[in-house]
């Protein structure tokens, strides 16, 4: 979850609750996991999809609470 903080020559930043990351407004073309966190861009290490890109859930790839969203890039 994030909230708005403050605004800079129009463009609105926001504060993430969970790692404290100040950015610009999200960009509407990237995806919320389940979790309501914006999905992370990730590559794919696995003999199958070398290389691929990926969006996966918001929180730690070790977080035991994680869902299970997943989209491939193009």
């Not at 463009?11 to 999200?26: M, T």
């Not at 290389?51 to 869902?67: E, I, L, T, Y």
Request: hydrophobic content about 30%; some cysteine; proline content about 5%.
């Amino acid at each position: 979850m994030t909230s708005f903080i403050a605004q800079t020559n129009g463009r609105p930043y926001v504060k993430c609750h969970i790692c404290d990351a100040l950015r610009s407004e999200r960009d509407p073309r990237i995806p919320d996991c389940r979790c309501g966190l914006t999905a992370k861009l990730r590559i794919s290490r696995t003999a199958a999809n070398p290389g691929r890109k990926f969006r996966g859930c918001g929180k730690a790839v070790s977080a035991k609470d994680k869902c299970d969203f997943f989209e491939w890039v193009d």
